[in-house]
Structures are given as structure tokens and as C-alpha cells.
């Protein structure tokens, strides 16, 4: 049942949370909401165990920071012991300093799965009954409201963070999936015979330090972006048919004395679309002896240019995949001994059977690594709208698509046809050129010079997301030029796995006649590509090599 943002879902299933195997893909599916959570009996003990740690601390009355000392720059303030819990709560409350927009329910969902994966690795410190309370309040689907700025993504994320645990306090607002709005979080967690979560030493500063926002936004603009690219690869191959391009260069001897595996697969997959040894395409045949002898470089250089893209994201998951399942608290808490180490640094507490128990402090919370895999991501899959718009231009142009109409449309002049749809994808590009700088090589100094050195990988997520989205746009505007084109090679056909394309576009967007509005048109083939219906068409017939 939809309503306003938020939805109310079945849910299908329970994903057990290890601490160690979460990977982009299933977070994503996390976030859509159909199914539940849990940490596997492993997971539940190690966080059993990392508790023990606090537990002890504060039984020795040992100072440690952020168990009884304030945060920051406030680092070397000592805090009352019948104070420590009224330090955390303190925490969450003063650093919800979040702005903008909230954010939506598939991205809270992951934002604090992906948090409860962190508990599960044990060395947070976070008592079980408080896991357990998040755990059935994620589960119910009541979602703290976050507002998706105010992270400069160093001493984790932290704004975003705070307001995600404000809600699971019961304070500040929350989605209500039964009355389909959001409402002061006490209330909707009474209604629902919820229990908040009550704060005791160290759990505030467990719920907030830590890269979740810039891992969960970065895991949705990848697998997001893994989607387009591999039906980037389908679009490309019918605007290669619809300009009678030459498949020529797509030979595997050529890929082979430049080895790069994006190429590679990329070419591959362009051979299993197109003209070949049987994979007949009638369209290629009629130019077969045409007398040109190669192509532009947007149809003869898509393995070379779509397949860095395939190598970027190959880099991209694996940093996010590391981040993913990692601990990025501080302190963290360790038990057992471990000779691999030197804790001479580390508060050092009670020996037990297995060894010692201590915490140490770190920088774990630096987003470096995720904002640079946000950044790098967004320069990679930009490339694809960029080629993408160059061969819209191509197949709406006269001079340069080979005997197709100009603007793709009969009684040009009366009909201005993909004129503007062009327009669109050009702004565009342009304003991903712009996106597409690097937030991460940006710092600013914050808490009084404690934190000097910050990442800023909440807006490298932010805008990947953003670039991303704008792939997809152009991408689907060039699927519906590339249909286009081939209706003017009628009675011509192309290859089965790119007519079955061109007969799903169909079956949900007319062809061209006369003027109507394209933006309509459009968003339909926007949600097509989104919802991957391109791709399971073709791999109806063949498949395609687009593999991470």
C-alpha cells in the first residue's frame, strides 16, 4: 500500500545481519522493505561480550573517552559517574543539527540496517536490549525522520546519524505506517506498543560514529549504477543498428592485445547483441558492402569507453563491500587475547579466561575511503551519459546519422520530433560535468581543530546519487531515439534480443507520429531501465557478458 513517501510493505523474509558478508545488493533490497532483520547467535553473543567490556570499564572507574569523558574537543573532561547516561543522551540531542530534505524510507531503512551491521561485529560496545529495541522498531517499519545534511563525513556521520537514534528514542518525528505520516516518534512507538531505546554508557556515541550514511547512500548510487551500465551497453547496440554501424570493431582479437576486463566484457556483450554468426541481423546486412570504413568513435569506441566504467565499479564494490562490514566506532572494545597485537596503548582491563579486555582509540570513522569510492563512482558513470548524448546527437542529426530523418520525425517543421529531448540530455551532462568534481578533495576544519582533516563523503554520495539519476535520463532518451531510428529502416530488422527491446519500449510508448509530450515518454523509459525490464529482455535470448 503507497502513501505519500513512505509505503507500507509485506514483509517476505528475514535477512540475518553477521557483521561480515553484507554486500551493496542485499542492502539495497533491505531498503525496499520486504523483508526483516536479525543477527545471526554469533552475532548476538559478540555483542553480548563487547558489553562486558563497558560494563567492566565502568565498573574499575577507569577513564576512557566517550564512556566518561565528553566528546571532541572536550575529549579530556571527566565525567561523573551518575552522569555518564545523561552524556549520551546529551550527545544525541545536541548533535541533531541535520538540514534538508528527509530522507526517504528505502534510505532509512538502509541507513540503520546498516548501522545494526556494525553492533553485529561486537566491537561497539551497544547493549543487547537496546539492538533488540532498533531491531523491532526497524522491523515494524517506523522510520525516524533523517534529514540528509550536516555530515562532513570525518568523525563518522554524525548529524544524520543522531537523528536516526533521536527516533529511536522516541524523540524528535517518525513515520507512523499506519496513519501514512510522520508524527512525534513517542506516539508512533506507543501506538505500535513499541519500547524506545534508553541510552546507557557508551551507546550513545555506538549509534552515531561511523560512515553509514555515505556507505548506504554509496551502495544505492553503485548498484543503481551497475543496473544502467549493463543496459547502457543494450541502448548503445540499437543506436549502433539504428546509424548501420559496423560491428567490425567489436572483434575479439582487438580486445585481446588490450586486455582491460571492462573492455573485454563490454565487447563481448556487444557481439552476443549484434550481427553475427547466428544472431542475424537484417539491418546490418544491408549495408555490408556500404563503402564506409569506420565509424564514429561513440559507436566504435563503446567497449573502450563503457568498459572503464564496468572497471570503475569493480573498484567501487570492493572499497563499499569492505566498508560495509566494518567497524568504524571510536573507541572500539576488544576481549580475548590476540597476540598479533600490541595493546600497550589500550586501556588494558580485567583478565579473564580467554585473555584481556580493552578498548583503543582510532579513526575508523574517517569516511576517506567511501567518499572517494562516491567520487570515483560518479566521474566513472558519468562517461556513460556523456557518449550517451553524443550518439543522440548523431541519430537526430541529418549529416550525421546515415539517412535518418532530422529530429527523428516525418513532416519535420510541423514536428519538432527529439529536438528538445536532446536539449535535455546535453543540460544534462552539463550539469553532471559539474557534479562531477570531487567533494573528497575538499576538508574544513571542525570542532575546534580536533577534527582538522574531514572527508566530506555525505555529498560525495549525495551528488553520485544525483549523477547517477541523470545517467539514467539521458540513457533513456536515447533508448527512445534509438527505437525511433530503427522504425525509419522498416521492414529491416535487427538482431531477436534487440527487437524484443524495441517491441517492450513499444508496448509501452508509442512511436513517434506527430508531437506530443516527450516528457511523458521519458520518465516511462526512466522506470523501464530502473526496474531492469531491458535487461531481462535480452537475457531472454542470450547471455550478455556484464558481469562485476
Known amino acids: 500500500v503507497h502513501g505519500g513517501i513512505f509505503s507500507i510493505m509485506v514483509k517476505a523474509e528475514t535477512l540475518l545481519l553477521d557483521g561480515e558478508s553484507l554486500n551493496p545488493f542485499t542492502l539495497v533490497r533491505i531498503g525496499n522493505g520486504k523483508t526483516m532483520i536479525n543477527l545471526t547467535q554469533d552475532a548476538w553473543e559478540r555483542v553480548a561480550k563487547g558489553r562486558q567490556v563497558i560494563d567492566h570499564i565502568l565498573e574499575s572507574q577507569q577513564v576512557v573517552y566517550g564512556i566518561n569523558t565528553g566528546f571532541g574537543n572536550f575529549a579530556s573532561v571527566k565525567i561523573n559517574p551518575d552522569q555518564v547516561d545523561e552524556l549520551q543522551l546529551n550527545l544525541i ?16 531503512r538502509m541507513l540503520a540496517a546498516l548501522r545494526v551491521n556494525v553492533f553485529a561485529k561486537g566491537v561497539s560496545g551497544i547493549r543487547v536490549e537496546t539492538v533488540k529495541r532498533i531491531l523491532a522498531i526497524l522491523n515494524a517499519d517506523c522510520l525516524p525522520a533523517v ?10 556521520d554524525l548529524a544524520p546519524l543522531s537523528h536516526l537514534a533521536l527516533g529511536f528514542l522516541g524523540e524528535g518525528q517518525m513515520w507512523d505506517p499506519t496513519k501514512q505520516q510522520l508524527r512525534p516518534a513517542r506516539d508512533v512507538l506507543a501506538d505500535h506498543k513499541l519500547e524506545p531505546i534508553e541510552l546507557k554508557a557508551k551507546e550513545g556515541l555506538a ?6 550514511l555515505i556507505t548506504a547512500l554509496g551502495c544505492e548510487a553503485f548498484v543503481r549504477a551497475f543496473r544502467i551500465l549493463r543496459q547502457a551497453n543494450v541502448v548503445a547496440a540499437m543506436s549502433l543498428e539504428a546509424m548501420r554501424g559496423s560491428v567490425t570493431a567489436f572483434n575479439p582479437r582487438i580486445h585481446a592485445v588490450r586486455p582491460h576486463f571492462g573492455q573485454i566484457q563490454t565487447a563481448a556483450q556487444l557481439r552476443e547483441l549484434l550481427h553475427g554468426q547466428g544472431n542475424q541481423s537484417a539491418i546490418s546486412r544491408s549495408h555490408h558492402n556500404c563503402g564506409r570504413v569506420q565509424d564514429s568513435y561513440t559507436l566504435r569506441c563503446i567497449p573502450q569507453i563503457h568498459g572503464i566504467v564496468l572497471d570503475t565499479l569493480k573498484f567501487v564494490e570492493k572499497i563499499l563491500s569492505v566498508e560495509l562490514n566494518s567497524a568504524t566506532d571510536n573507541p572500539m572494545v576488544f576481549f580475548g587475547s590476540d ?8 586501556y588494558k582491563l580485567t583478565s579473564t579466561q580467554d585473555g584481556s579486555e580493552f578498548t583503543i582509540s582510532g579513526g575508523n570513522f574517517h569516511g576517506e575511503y567511501p567518499a572517494k569510492a562516491c567520487d570515483f563512482l560518479a566521474i566513472g558513470i558519468h562517461e556513460l551519459a556523456n557518449v550517451s548524448e553524443r550518439r543522440i546527437e548523431r541519430l537526430v542529426n541529418p549529416t550525421l546519422s546515415h539517412g535518418l530523418p532530422a529530429f527523428l520525425v516525418k513532416n519535420g517543421g ?23 568534481h570531487p567533494s573528497s578533495v575538499d576538508s574544513i576544519s571542525t570542532s ?15 551528488k553520485a546519487l544525483i549523477v547517477v539519476e541523470h545517467v539514467e535520463t539521458v540513457v533513456a532518451i536515447e533508448l527512445l531515439a534509438a527505437c525511433q531510428g530503427i522504425e525509419f529502416l522498416r521492414p529491416l530488422t535487427t538482431t531477436p534480443a534487440l527487437e524484443a527491446v524495441h517491441a517492450l519500449v513499444r508496448s509501452q510508448i508509442p512511436a513517434w507520429g506527430s508531437d ?11 522506470q523501464m531501465l530502473r526496474e531492469e525490464k531491458v535487461w531481462r529482455v535480452v537475457t531472454e535470448f542470450t547471455v550478455p557478458k556484464a558481469s562485476l
Do not use: Y
Open 93 to 108: 540531542r545536541s548533535h541533531c543539527a541535520g538540514v534538508g530534505e528527509i530522507m526517504s524510507p528505502d534510505r532509512t
Open 147 to 156: 534529514p540528509m545534511k550536516g555530515t562532513v563525513g570525518a568523525s563518522g
Open 207 to 212: 549509534m552515531i560514529n561511523g560512515t553509514t
Open 339 to 346: 597476540d598479533r597485537f600490541d595493546v600497550q596503548d589500550a
Open 414 to 436: 510541423l514536428n519538432s520530433g527529439f529536438m528538445i529531448a536532446h536539449c535535455t540530455a546535453a543540460a544534462l551532462v552539463s550539469e553532471n560535468k559539474v557534479l562531477c
Open 448 to 462: 575546534a581543530g580536533q577534527e582538522d582533516h574531514v572527508s566530506m563523503g555525505g555529498w560525495a554520495a549525495r
Open 516 to 526: 506530443r509530450n516527450m516528457s511523458v515518454d521519458i520518465n516511462a523509459a526512466v
